[in-house]
C-alpha cells in the first residue's frame, strides 16, 4: 500500500499532525510520497522534514484536484492500493461505544477498507467523516455515500473519468459521485473517523470559501441533477448525496477487521 499526502505551506503542520500519526502507526516512510505543487514548495519542505521524509517528496501541479490527478496517472500503478491523507490528520479514530473512541493505527483500518471495497467490487472507500461515536456505528455502507477526502482509500486507476474537474472546494463529493456514476459506488467503513484540523490551520492546499463551496455545488447539481441536497443545518454551503443503495451490518467490524 501506498500512503499519498498532498501538501501546501504548512511544513510544521504536517509534521506535528500527519507524520506524527503515521509513526505512532509504524508506517515505513518509504512507501509514503508527500506531493507538493512547485519546486519552491519542494525546498521548503526539504528543508523542513527529517531525512526520511524529506527523501519521499516529490513534485506534482498546483491545486488539489491536480496534485492527485498527477499522481493517479504518473506516480502511482494501475491497480495500485492508495490511501490518501491530509496533512493536518491528528488522528484516525475507532469507536467503541455509543461516546467512546481511540486512535486506530493506520493499517488497521486500511486493511479492513481495501477488503470491504474489493469483495463489493467496488475502488473507493472512506470513513465516518466525523468523530462522533453517536452517530458512528458498526456499519458497512456502499452505493453513494460521501468519503471524506481527509482520508479515503483507492484502489488506483488510470481512468480519468474518475478524476475531479469542477475545482478544489467540493472534490471529494465530486470524486464519490464519479465512483457512483462509472464504478457503481463507493464503500464507508462506519466505526472509523479522522479526526482533522478542519479550516482551523493557516495554509494547506485547499480554497474552502464559501463563494468556491457555493459554485462547486452548483456545478455538482447541474451535472448530477437529483443525486443532491442542500444541507441546511451548516453556517456556509453544504450537500448531503441521496444514498442510491447501501449495505448495513451489526458484525460488520468483525468481518472487516
Not at 508506517?27 to 525546498?43: C, G, H, K, Q, R
Not at 484516525?92 to 486506530?104: G, T
Not at 473519468?161 to 472534490?171: I, Q, W, Y
Request: hydrophobic share 40%; proline share 4%.
Amino acid at each position: 500500500m501506498r500512503i499519498c499526502i498532498p501538501t501546501y505551506q504548512r511544513t510544521q503542520v504536517l509534521q506535528d499532525n500527519t507524520l506524527a500519526y503515521l509513526e505512532r502507526s509504524e508506517i515505513d516512510p518509504a512507501n509514503v510520497l508527500i506531493l507538493v505543487a512547485d519546486y519552491a514548495e519542494m525546498s521548503a519542505y526539504r528543508e523542513a522534514l527529517a531525512e526520511q521524509w524529506a527523501s519521499q517528496l516529490r513534485l506534482t501541479a498546483p491545486g488539489l484536484i491536480q496534485s492527485r490527478a498527477f499522481a493517479r496517472h504518473f506516480l502511482l500503478d494501475d491497480g495500485e492500493e492508495v490511501m490518501w491523507l491530509d496533512d493536518d490528520v491528528k488522528s484516525m479514530r475507532r469507536m467503541l461505544n455509543s461516546k467512546e473512541h481511540e486512535e486506530a493505527p493506520l493499517m488497521e483500518i486500511a486493511e479492513a477498507g481495501f477488503d470491504a471495497t474489493r469483495e463489493l467490487f467496488l475502488k473507493l472507500w472512506g470513513v465516518y467523516p466525523t468523530v462522533n461515536p453517536f452517530f458512528m456505528g458498526p456499519r458497512v455502507r456502499a452505493g453513494l455515500w460521501y468519503c471524506v477526502g481527509a482520508a479515503y482509500g483507492e484502489i488506483n486507476t488510470h481512468d480519468d473519468r474518475l478524476d475531479p474537474m469542477f475545482g478544489d472546494a467540493k472534490e471529494d463529493v465530486e470524486r464519490c459521485l464519479r465512483h457512483h456514476e462509472t464504478v457503481g459506488g463507493v464503500v464507508r467503513l462506519d466505526w472509523f473517523a479522522v479526526q482533522t484540523g478542519y479550516f482551523r490551520t493557516q495554509g494547506g492546499i485547499q480554497n474552502r470559501t464559501n463563494a468556491s463551496m457555493l459554485k462547486n455545488i452548483q456545478q455538482l447539481e447541474a451535472r448530477w441533477p437529483g443525486r443532491l441536497r442542500r444541507n441546511t443545518k451548516k453556517d456556509y454551503p453544504d450537500v448531503l448525496m441521496v444514498d442510491d443503495w447501501k449495505l448495513k451490518s451489526t458484525e460488520a467490524m468483525e468481518v472487516w477487521s
